[in-house]
């Protein structure tokens, strides 16, 4: 029965590519979601690996990648990480997770989208008014994940998302459904997540409210009727990822892993993500990747990075991890992640 459950869930999640892709042709629907800051990759080591990460999360980084892998991992974990960003942004993320045994495992992680100040500039003042605005985004999120058998996980991550600019704000909250499958074959993992799935967001705040005057051609009109701007809803970047992992080379010193991840977002093009990781004595790592592939308009592409593990207590140890992306005319992103395993 388990069995059948496990794979009846897994041909679910894997049919909903095909139709979900439907209608989107050449059309890549680029701007047209909220909350973009959740499609930014987390994690140097993921990052490193082209973003082919699905079927591997294994590190406190699965709460984005897929929360099933959550409840693979072996104990406690906290990841930081901090990036910056393009056009003189800050990315931030911090992720804890809590095994409960055989009850599953908890996380809980927080996302930031970050600039300083700017100063206001009008037509009539170029040079300043005096004031002030800036913008950012935050999501805060849980997870849940639990081993249903030996082989399948699920895991399920709700987050509360903000976005604001100046005096006005838009909010929503959103749910990833992840699960992942080892196989007999050599331990291929199969994974599939669903992300980002919730209601439109809206901006609203006090500069959407203004005076008008309905009937300025009538004599006694009132001039002082208080009404909002509307604004449009955006939905949120709803995406689909799917994607193999399989250790080519597994021995106690050495492990060599290759993955790949197909990717189909609500807003942008369909495009496939590859990556490798070889691992010497559980105490070094080195990574390559390639992301968005077959995205014509992307300007992602070559990736890689390296980590070392660093052992701090009997049962505690440290990994920094380090990746380089290339963003093409959007110049380069250099992105460092600190992981304490205890």
């Known amino acids: 029965m ?35 800051f959740l499609g930014i990759d987390v994690g140097a080591r993921a990052v490193a690996m082209g973003g082919s990460f699905v079927a591997v ?14 409840a693979r991992l072996p104990g406690g974990e906290i990841a930081l990480i901090h990036t910056e960003w393009l056009a003189g942004t800050n990315f931030d993320f911090g992720a804890i997770t ?22 206001i500039r009008t037509i009539a003042q ?8 800036g913008a950012g985004d935050l999501s805060i999120g849980l997870t849940y994940a639990i081993n249903l058998t030996d082989r399948f996980s699920i895991g399920f991550n709700g987050k509360y998302i903000n976005s604001r600019i100046f005096n006005e704000s838009a909010s929503s909250f959103a749910l990833d459904v992840g699960t992942l499958f080892t196989t007999q074959f050599r331990g291929m993992r199969i994974g599939a997540v ?62 060599w892993t290759i ?14 993500n590859l990556g490798t990781e070889y691992v010497l004595g559980d105490l070094a790592a080195i990574r390559f990747g390639y992301k968005s592939l077959f995205n014509e308009n992307s300007e992602e592409g070559l990736t890689v990075g390296g980590g070392v593990k660093l052992r701090v207590f009997q049962n505690t140890s440290l990994r920094l991890d380090y990746a380089y992306a290339d963003f093409g005319r959007l110049t380069n992103a250099q992105r460092f992640s600190v992981r304490l395993q205890f």
Request: charged share 20%.
């Open 259 to 272: 993955a790949v991840d197909a990717f189909n977002p609500s807003d942008n093009a369909e495009s496939l």
């Open 194 to 255: 669903i992300t980002n799935f919730g209601p439109k967001m809206k901006m609203g705040g006090r500069d959407l409210i203004i005076l008008v005057d309905p009937a300025p051609d009538k004599y006694g009109s009132n001039d002082r009727i208080v009404s909002n701007l509307q604004t449009n809803s955006f939905p949120l970047p709803l995406a689909f990822r799917a994607g193999v992992a399989m250790d080519v080379l597994k021995s106690e010193r050495n492990r």
């Open 2 to 36: 388990k069995k059948k459950l496990t794979f009846g869930m897994l041909f679910l999640l894997f049919i909903t590519m095909p139709i979900y892709g439907q209608g989107i042709s050449d059309v890549t629907k680029v701007g047209t979601s909220s909350a973009v």
């Open 126 to 133: 170029p040079e300043g008014t005096g004031e002030f605005f």
């Open 57 to 70: 999360a294994d590190d406190a980084t699965a709460i984005y990648w897929n929360p099933a892998g959550v």
């Open 98 to 119: 809590f095994p409960l045994g055989r009850l599953g495992t908890l996380g809980a992680s927080i996302t930031s989208l970050s600039m300083e100040d700017m100063e």
